[in-house]
């Protein structure tokens, strides 16, 4: 038994897997298993999910939703490209949490999506009782997964699922900084005329108009953007005032979509953030990646979910990186983590996070908001 677990190690490397007390041929049968991913939501983003998912041979997917036979009719679809992209996964499509079970990964996408004129704040409500449901359904049936929640108000539906669920909190996670740190490096990648590959862009703080873009340490192949900028349009007020344009685009960029799509928000980019952050989880990449984390103590925040760079891996969130933020920074950080303090406050006020998340994720005396230093 221990000699098979050596040579099969990197296979249970995979979360959600445990060895202890399986025989040797339940090893051998564990072994050959794909990772299993768990759609909870197959509406746009989740179908991306799944699509992107099969193409890359991630893993098994269930696509979970309450809409009768949507996700059938949607992982069928995808499956049936198999003879052309020559995938081999297994799709399936239910309407029955039962199917979830044994899930490594569980992606969330249930609840509603913008429209025209809303905020993200203004779904809070709604996106609260779905992510409720889901968050028990995952405890119920699939007790050993991890959870990377994409539903919106993002920060605010974490935190919940993490309650709900009440598993540790590296193992319960958000998608928002990679999509955000993306669009800003789209938009740097456009003004500079350069390729998006050799931009490194990071964006921290909550999922929300107060987002913080890093312009210092946004830069291109290790140049300075800033220094390409003032290169460019040589005038250093030419070169602030553009990139300040960029800093406001990126913050309003799902705004942007919303209003353009009329009847729904971004979809295609959201999944390929989320499958960066499933590809690093499930490969035990040990990724750099900005994700919506709980911190304790780490960036002066105790006991609250925000966008902050960590280490993605087989264990979910296994580190948070911290980055020397200067006074301006730290200020618009703390005026974005006071916007995910609001969030939870009102999740309080109208009885989602309970007592029994005192217990849980708020049980220590500090935590409150805590601004050290
Ligand atoms: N974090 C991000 O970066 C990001 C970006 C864009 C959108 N979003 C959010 O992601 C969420 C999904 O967006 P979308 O475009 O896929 O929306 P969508 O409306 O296309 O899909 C949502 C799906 O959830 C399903 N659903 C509703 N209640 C459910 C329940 N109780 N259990 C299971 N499924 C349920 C619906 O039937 C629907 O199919 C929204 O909340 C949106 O605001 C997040």
Not at 153 to 159: G, K, R, S
Request: a neutral charge.
């Amino acid at each position: 038994m221990s000699n098979v677990y050596i040579i099969l190690e990197p296979v249970f490397n995979v979360p959600g897997r445990r060895l202890a007390g399986k025989s040797q041929k339940e090893v051998l049968a564990v072994a050959f298993q794909r990772p299993k991913i768990a759609l909870i939501g197959g509406g746009q983003i989740g179908g991306v999910l799944a699509q992107l998912s099969a193409l890359r041979e991630l893993g098994d997917i269930v696509m979970f939703d309450i809409v009768e036979n949507l996700p059938r009719g949607k992982t069928l679809d995808i499956a049936e490209a198999a003879g052309v992209d020559h995938f081999d996964v297994r799709l399936i499509g239910t309407n029955d949490y039962r199917d979830i079970a044994g899930a490594d990964l569980c992606i969330v996408t249930a609840g509603l999506p913008r429209k025209p004129g809303m905020s993200r704040e203004d779904l809070l409500v709604t996106n609260a009782k779905i992510i409720k449901t889901t968050g028990e359904n995952i405890k119920q049936y699939a007790p050993d997964s991890q959870v990377m929640v994409i539903s919106n108000p993002l920060d605010a539906m974490v935190t919940l699922m993490q309650h709900v669920t009440g598993f540790p909190p590296n193992r319960v996670y958000g998608q928002a900084g990679v999509l955000d740190s993306s669009r800003f490096a789209t938009f740097l990648a456009w003004e500079l005329g350069v390729s998006v590959k050799d931009i490194n862009a990071l964006v921290l703080g909550g999922h929300g108009d107060r987002m913080v873009p890093l312009v210092r340490y946004a830069n291109v192949g290790g140049i300075p953007a800033m220094e390409l900028l003032e290169r460019k349009y040589g005038n250093p007020f030419k070169a602030r005032e553009i990139m300040a344009s960029i800093v406001d685009r990126t913050r309003k960029a799902g705004t942007e979509v919303v209003s353009l799509l009329k009847n729904g928000s971004a979809f295609y980019s959201p999944a390929a953030a989320a499958i960066q952050m499933a590809t690093a989880v499930l490969h035990d990449e040990k990724r750099v990646l900005p994700a919506c984390a709980y911190l304790d103590g780490e960036y002066g925040v105790r006991g609250y979910y925000v966008g902050v760079p960590v280490v993605l891996g087989k264990d979910g969130v296994e580190r948070i990186v911290e980055v020397t933020l200067n006074e301006e920074e730290r200020g618009m950080f703390q005026h974005s983590v006071a916007s995910v303090v609001k969030l939870i406050d009102d999740m309080r006020r109208l009885g989602f996070l309970t007592a029994a998340v005192d217990e849980t994720l708020f049980s220590r005396p500090e935590h409150e908001l805590k601004l050290i230093g």
